[in-house]
């Protein structure tokens, strides 16, 4: 697969709010003082609708929730750790408000899983997944590449509803060709690659892993195939079921605690639709890691690299 | 209504409200009747001293537990029908502490701390709509430990919300004890002064001074948040409540309010 240049999503999800930004006054972008360079542009273009609220993530949702009640749409936007469970009960409330009135609040955290790989444990964010899928009322998006943006960006505006946008912090991969058919944004996942042994499932930056690992697993002569799951609730379980229900088994990745995951989600999607698959999960253990050296160095701890997954998934298909 | 007459109306629906209200604790036991009791003048002031205006002002109510006195308000004012507080049956569709989807709230919190952020968000918007109306948002003063209070406080200050009027039911008790054993909260409007606002400390059971304080924030064409504090008693009117510290916790018989039920307004 060519990979040419990078890219920060973050960036490129700012420079999409910022043109819907220009268009519609009905919008405004808060952040918890964290920044981006596209973010200058903004501040700058529509000052009375950015608002630095400071270091204070309860405020920011709370304020959020005041301007969502009045009709307007809000992005809020921070470091996914700190805007996801600082508040995690204004959040809550947002949820539970949410059951009742119109609110479209958009949750922006930048920096999900290892992003954060110098910074220690305080800023690795492994269990954003679990804690916000656990609130009704919220969707949840995992984009991977820079074709999802845009969607995501008129989605938040049209559909009137809490969401979590978690984002990669660190560049990704560009892909020329990612999506083979043309991608209908509203079915939560796509196919990059078919497969017939196996697929592979992954979320966010470990979509890209899970394309390294399908390509090195051709070598063994197993054809698996690579579904990015860019919605991870609610998870498209319908589509899900129709492209795996004639493989051998599923194989998940994220880099996200293995408690409450992707992974989780997929288990559940199968049970209780009585789909009986082996499943290999990929993910963070039961633990904090105080790991430093490189975010690859932090991943094959947690047994995420390239070489690990491919190792232990060979293993694995000789057991079912 | 001159306002000597209009000021005795206002103290009778109190006196009616205070009744209506304990009549509604007897018939659900679970609600905070304290916390209840201490807000009513606050309540009644707004809603029937034309103060809060329905149709262009906002109003937060931060403390929800002790605000089960505005179902007998909102009865009386004809917004929620087919509702009788003699009626236990009709009763049993309004929670111990009410949600958004009363009639003429706009949030309303049963955890505490957040309705001072959301009233912050609400004053922004209607200031970005060029409404004029004011949003206002009632808070108990336990409610000042939370620390998401002290944002919203720093931040209204900072953007000079003058559309907003925050209101303390400074009832002086939390639910385990007096807060000045707890943590001392005072002096209250040096702190909030210091963040921007301006402010007025008040007897929150004389409707006179809530009148006249409300109606000179609503007016005023300061561009600084205002705070007012009406100093309460918690569980106000009920003398076993307001001895005791723990008083939150406690619930009602007919006994200990017969005298108060009896009493012709």
Same mark, same amino acid.
């Given at each position: 697969?060519?990979?040419?240049?990078?890219?920060?999503?973050?960036?490129?999800?700012?420079?999409?709010?910022?043109?819907?930004?220009?268009?519609?006054?009905? /919008?405004?972008?808060?952040?918890?003082?964290?920044?981006?360079?596209?973010?200058?542009?903004?501040?700058?273009?529509?000052?009375?609708?950015?608002?630095?609220?400071?270091?204070?993530?309860?405020?920011?949702?709370? /304020?959020?929730?005041?301007?969502?009640?009045?009709?307007?749409?809000?992005?809020?936007?921070?470091?996914?750790?700190?805007?996801?469970?600082?508040?995690?009960?204004?959040?809550?409330?947002?949820?539970?408000?949410?059951?009742?009135?119109?609110?479209?609040?958009?949750?922006?955290?930048?920096?999900?899983?290892?992003?954060?790989?110098?910074?220690?444990?305080?800023?690795?964010?492994?269990?954003?997944?679990?804690?916000?899928?656990?609130?009704?009322?919220?969707?949840?998006?995992?984009?991977?590449?820079?074709?999802?943006?845009?969607?995501?960006?008129?989605?938040?505006?049209?559909?009137?509803?809490?969401?979590?946008?978690?984002?990669?912090?660190?560049?990704?991969?560009?892909?020329?060709?990612?999506?083979?058919?043309?991608?209908?944004?509203?079915?939560?996942?796509?196919?990059?690659?078919?497969? &017939?042994?196996?697929?592979?499932?992954?979320?966010?930056?470990?979509?890209?892993?899970?394309?390294?690992?399908?390509?090195?697993?051709?070598?063994?002569?197993?054809?698996?195939?690579?579904?990015?799951?860019?919605?991870?609730?609610?998870?498209?379980?319908?589509?899900?079921?129709?492209?795996?229900?004639?493989?051998?088994?599923?194989?998940?990745?994220?880099?996200?605690?293995?408690?409450?995951?992707?992974?989780?989600?997929?288990?559940?999607?199968?049970?209780?639709?009585?789909?009986?698959?082996?499943?290999?999960?990929?993910?963070?253990?039961?633990?904090?890691?105080?790991?430093?050296?490189?975010?690859?160095?932090?991943?094959?701890?947690?047994?995420?690299?390239?070489?690990? /997954?491919? &190792?232990?998934?060979?293993?694995?298909?000789?057991?079912? | 209504?001159?306002?000597?007459?209009?000021?005795?109306?206002?103290?009778?629906?109190?006196?009616?409200?205070?009744?209506?209200?304990?009549?509604?604790?007897?018939?659900?036991?679970?609600?905070?009747?304290?916390?209840?009791?201490?807000?009513?003048?606050?309540?009644?002031?707004?809603?029937?001293?034309?103060?809060?205006?329905?149709?262009?002002?906002?109003?937060? %109510?931060?403390?929800?537990?002790?605000?089960?006195?505005?179902?007998?308000?909102?009865?009386?004012?004809?917004?929620?029908?087919?509702?009788?507080?003699?009626?236990?049956?009709?009763?049993?569709?309004?929670?111990? %502490?009410?949600?958004?989807?009363?009639?003429? %709230?706009?949030?309303?919190?049963?955890?505490?701390?957040?309705?001072?952020?959301?009233?912050?968000?609400?004053?922004?918007?209607?200031?970005?709509?060029?409404?004029?109306?004011?949003?206002?948002?009632?808070?108990?003063?336990?409610?000042?430990?939370?620390?998401?209070?002290?944002?919203?406080?720093?931040?209204?200050?900072?953007?000079?919300?003058?559309?907003?009027?925050?209101?303390?039911?400074?009832?002086?008790?939390?639910?385990?004890?007096?807060?000045?054993?707890?943590?001392?909260?005072?002096?209250?409007?040096?702190?909030?002064?210091?963040?921007?606002?301006?402010?007025?400390?008040?007897?929150?059971?004389?409707?006179?001074?809530?009148?006249?304080?409300?109606?000179?924030?609503?007016?005023?064409?300061?561009?600084?948040?205002?705070?007012?504090?009406?100093?309460?008693?918690?569980?106000?009117?009920?003398?076993?409540?307001?001895?005791?510290?723990?008083?939150?916790?406690?619930?009602?018989?007919?006994?200990?309010?017969?005298?108060?039920?009896?009493?012709?307004?």
């Amino acid at each position: 697969m060519n990979q040419i240049e990078s890219i920060v999503l973050r960036e490129k999800l700012i420079e999409e709010i910022y043109k819907i930004m220009k268009k519609d006054k009905n /919008i405004f972008f808060l952040t918890d003082d964290f920044g981006a360079k596209a973010l200058d542009k903004l501040r700058r273009d529509f000052s009375e609708r950015f608002i630095n609220i400071g270091i204070a993530e309860q405020n920011l949702i709370n /304020i959020a929730i005041g301007l969502a009640y009045e009709g307007f749409t809000v992005f809020c936007y921070g470091i996914s750790t700190f805007i996801t469970m600082r508040c995690y009960e204004q959040l809550r409330n947002l949820s539970l408000f949410a059951e009742l009135k119109e609110f479209n609040i958009n949750i922006i955290g930048v920096g999900t899983g290892y992003s954060y790989e110098l910074s220690g444990p305080t800023h690795h964010c492994v269990e954003d997944i679990s804690i916000m899928k656990t609130l009704p009322n919220f969707m949840i998006f995992s984009p991977s590449n820079e074709f999802i943006l845009k969607y995501i960006v008129d989605f938040s505006i049209e559909c009137k509803k809490p969401k979590y946008i978690r984002l990669e912090g660190k560049p990704l991969k560009k892909f020329t060709y990612i999506y083979k058919k043309k991608n209908n944004f509203s079915d939560g996942l796509s196919i990059l690659k078919e497969g &017939k042994d196996f697929y592979i499932i992954g979320t966010g930056n470990m979509t890209h892993r899970a394309i390294e690992v399908a390509e090195e697993l051709e070598k063994y002569k197993i054809n698996a195939g690579v579904i990015d799951l860019y919605r991870i609730k609610p998870i498209n379980s319908e589509l899900l079921i129709e492209i795996v229900k004639n493989v051998r088994g599923i194989i998940t990745i994220e880099e996200h605690l293995l408690a409450g995951g992707m992974g989780s989600a997929i288990l559940e999607v199968l049970a209780d639709n009585q789909i009986n698959l082996p499943v290999k999960r990929f993910g963070v253990r039961d633990k904090y890691l105080y790991a430093y050296g490189g975010r690859e160095n932090i991943q094959k701890i947690c047994g995420l690299d390239k070489g690990s /997954i491919v &190792k232990d998934t060979l293993d694995w298909v000789k057991k079912i | 209504m001159k306002k000597k007459e209009f000021l005795r109306f206002l103290k009778e629906k109190a006196n009616f409200i205070r009744k209506q209200t304990i009549k509604f604790h007897l018939a659900i036991p679970e609600t905070r009747i304290a916390s209840s009791l201490s807000c009513i003048e606050i309540l009644v002031t707004l809603y029937y001293g034309k103060i809060f205006n329905f149709k262009n002002d906002r109003i937060v %109510i931060s403390k929800g537990h002790g605000a089960i006195s505005l179902y007998p308000i909102l009865i009386d004012l004809g917004f929620l029908k087919n509702i009788k507080i003699e009626n236990k049956k009709s009763l049993s569709l309004l929670g111990s %502490i009410p949600d958004i989807n009363l009639p003429t %709230i706009n949030l309303i919190n049963g955890s505490l701390g957040h309705g001072l952020g959301q009233g912050c968000g609400i004053a922004i918007a209607m200031r970005m709509r060029k409404l004029n109306g004011k949003i206002f948002v009632l808070i108990g003063d336990g409610e000042l430990y939370e620390g998401s209070c002290w944002e919203a406080i720093m931040f209204a200050g900072h953007h000079r919300l003058d559309n907003l009027i925050v209101i303390v039911d400074n009832n002086k008790i939390s639910m385990l004890d007096y807060c000045k054993k707890i943590i001392n909260l005072e002096p209250l409007d040096k702190k909030f002064q210091d963040f921007g606002f301006e402010s007025k400390s008040i007897n929150g059971h004389n409707i006179l001074d809530l009148y006249n304080t409300l109606t000179s924030f609503k007016k005023s064409s300061s561009k600084r948040p205002k705070l007012l504090i009406a100093n309460t008693i918690k569980g106000k009117g009920v003398a076993k409540l307001e001895k005791n510290p723990l008083c939150h916790i406690m619930s009602l018989e007919k006994k200990d309010v017969k005298e108060i039920l009896d009493k012709k307004l």
